[in-house]
């Protein structure tokens, strides 16, 4: 769906991002990570076409960012982490309008218009003006702009960028519906909890240069070395340690005793972790739980960073 | 056009048409009270008449050359200002589309506002002293100013970042064609040993382009060196050729500069 090959963009004397290479499948739920000044905005602004790439390239579906930009602008949608309004326009006039600069036949927009309200949860501002709108609803509302053409792949540069918590619950929950329709979502953030439960795969840039991309997961047994599994008995969590401690591929087992919990470090392949549920089930023990630990992006991000802000 | 503001102007531009008729009208009816004869007679209505279409149709071509740019000038800076222009070009709009529309929307209220004084300006036939030709001419000249310095207002807000900067530049043009270009005029006139009746610079003043319109009287076929061509054919003929190339810059500027 995305695919980027050596994209580097420079100010003058400044290096803003330096050969960034990264693939993205159809799907996916991207988190660009990094610091105030990284280059994420710049990245997510070339890919959107509306800075040229000073080297490398990037594919959105195929197409070239530099020479096919018609076709990108169609397949993309772009929400910046910043943006102002039109006066006196309401609601359903600023997204009739984004529909029609995105070609859309006039006697499809507003059933569209309808749709994206909904999924935006704006509908009852349908006749509002935009100016009047709080933060969080314009956010929402220009998310709505993004989908109105129904692009497969998202570039939301900060989308809970200013907003408050309840604010970022709505957004985050949007965000997750629009994962569940199956859209491509590449999100830049530099608050690494919003992404966490939400992103299957992540790249941290920093000083304009991608320190690390790809699977969550992997790139947390990759810095860790193991997978950590979490399995929860009913009783008799020592008995359940000496049933793990042999088998191959296990590491550390750490028993926490208040809540019948035992911390796994399996070190094996991820398609033959169900072995350790088999042996305890077929050891008579009870369990209850049976998960691989949430990957910890600040984990990650503090250990492949260095600090450097540009 | 939402709101007061838009039918505020409209109205104060109209109120200020009728005053100046008014008052125009208020002197000529002194100056017939007080000649020879008992009142005005067809001769004198067709002066009123004629002098009426200059006053409005100079009153227009200076609105123009003010209006035209001040809506302009900010059609982009005030859209990179308020952080809304990046969403305008990641669509399928082509920058084209997005300067002509911005230019569309300026020059309709502009001409909304001249056909709302086309009722005061109808009262010059009622008077005579005005031919159709001479009101055609007028307006071509006036709409082809609008379109020329509304594209350089465009031109200017695509060069800036600010408003403020790009509506001084716009203006900067207005005052070098409308102005300046007559003084260097006179002034090569009086400088050099050649008394030159024709003028070179002004053919790009649409000023004096109107007054070659207006004032039939004037030996204007000396104003051109184009032998008969009126001088107001050779501003709207450079205006027409200006225009597309600030039109092409504009789309340039926009679409390529980062």
Same mark, same amino acid.
């Given at each position: ?310 | ?91 399928? &709009?082509? *920058?084209?589309?997005? #300067?002509? !529309?911005?230019? /569309?929307?300026?020059? +309709?209220?502009? @001409? $909304? ?21 001479? &009101?055609? *001419?007028?307006?071509? #000249?006036? !709409?082809?100013? /609008?379109?020329?310095? +509304?594209?350089? @207002? $465009? ?21 070098? &064609? ?81």
């Amino acid at each position: 769906m995305l695919e980027t090959q050596g994209l580097s963009k420079q100010f003058r004397n400044v290096t803003a991002v330096w050969n960034l290479s990264l693939q993205l499948e159809e799907g996916d739920i991207f988190g660009f990570i990094g610091p105030n000044g990284a280059g994420k905005t710049t990245t997510i602004k070339m890919l959107a076409t509306l800075l040229k790439p000073t080297a490398g390239t990037a594919y959105i579906d195929g197409h070239d960012i530099r020479t096919q930009q018609e076709e990108v602008r169609g397949l993309m949608g772009y929400m910046p982490d910043f943006f102002g309004v039109y006066d006196d326009v309401k609601v359903w006039e600023y997204l009739d309008f984004f529909a029609a600069a995105y070609r859309i036949e006039r006697s499809r927009r507003p059933q569209i218009i309808e749709d994206v309200l909904a999924l935006t949860d704006l509908g009852g501002k349908r006749d509002a003006y935009v100016e009047e709108l709080s933060r969080g609803m314009k956010q929402r509302l220009c998310l709505a702009k993004t989908l109105v053409h129904d692009p497969k792949l998202l570039l939301l540069d900060e989308p809970a960028s200013g907003l408050d918590p309840r604010a970022r619950i709505e957004i985050r929950e949007l965000l997750k519906e629009l994962r569940s329709m199956g859209k491509t979502i590449f999100i830049s953030s530099h608050i690494l909890a919003e992404l966490s439960d939400f992103c299957n795969k992540i790249g941290i840039i920093e000083n304009g240069q991608l320190v690390v991309s790809g699977d969550v997961q992997e790139i947390l047994q990759q810095i860790s070395g193991h997978i950590t599994i979490v399995i929860k008995v009913v009783s008799d969590a020592e008995r359940a340690r000496e049933v793990l401690a042999p088998i191959p591929h296990v590491g550390n087992v750490r028993v926490v005793e208040q809540d019948n919990t035992l911390l796994v470090e399996y070190v094996g392949e991820r398609d033959q972790i169900s072995e350790l549920l088999q042996r305890l089930v077929g050891a008579g023990l009870s369990v209850t739980s049976f998960s691989e630990e949430e990957a910890d992006l600040e984990d990650i991000f503090m250990k492949m960073t260095r600090g450097i802000v540009s | 056009m939402r709101g007061a503001r838009g039918a505020v102007i409209q109205f104060v531009y109209v109120t200020l048409i009728i005053a100046v008729s008014g008052v125009m009208y208020t002197f000529f009816r002194l100056e017939w009270a007080g000649g020879s004869g008992a009142g005005a007679n067809p001769a004198m209505a067709a002066e009123f008449g004629h002098a009426l279409f200059i006053g409005i149709s100079v009153l227009q071509a200076g609105m123009v050359c003010l209006l035209a740019p001040a809506f302009t000038s900010g059609a982009i800076t005030g859209e990179r200002e308020q952080r809304s222009l990046d969403m305008l070009l990641v669509t399928n &709009l082509k *920058a084209r589309s997005i #300067l002509l !529309g911005k230019l /569309g929307s300026a020059l +309709g209220y502009i @001409g $909304l506002l001249i056909i709302s004084s086309v009722p005061v300006l109808s009262v010059c036939f009622l008077f005579g002293g005005v031919s159709p030709d001479e &009101l055609i *001419a007028a307006y071509v #000249l006036i !709409g082809t100013t /609008g379109v020329f310095f +509304g594209l350089a @207002g $465009l031109f200017w807000s695509c060069v800036f970042r600010r408003t403020l900067q790009a509506t001084a530049a716009a203006y900067g043009t207005v005052a070098l &064609l409308c102005i300046v270009v007559t003084v260097m005029d006179v002034l090569i006139s009086e400088l050099t040993r050649y008394s030159v009746d024709a003028p070179v610079l002004s053919y790009v003043n649409p000023i004096m382009g109107i007054l070659s319109i207006v004032l039939p009287e004037a030996d204007t076929s000396s104003w051109s060196v184009f032998g008969t061509v009126p001088l107001w054919v050779v501003t709207v003929s450079f205006q027409a050729l200006a225009a597309p190339v600030l039109l092409g810059a504009s789309i340039l500027l926009l679409r390529y500069r980062q």
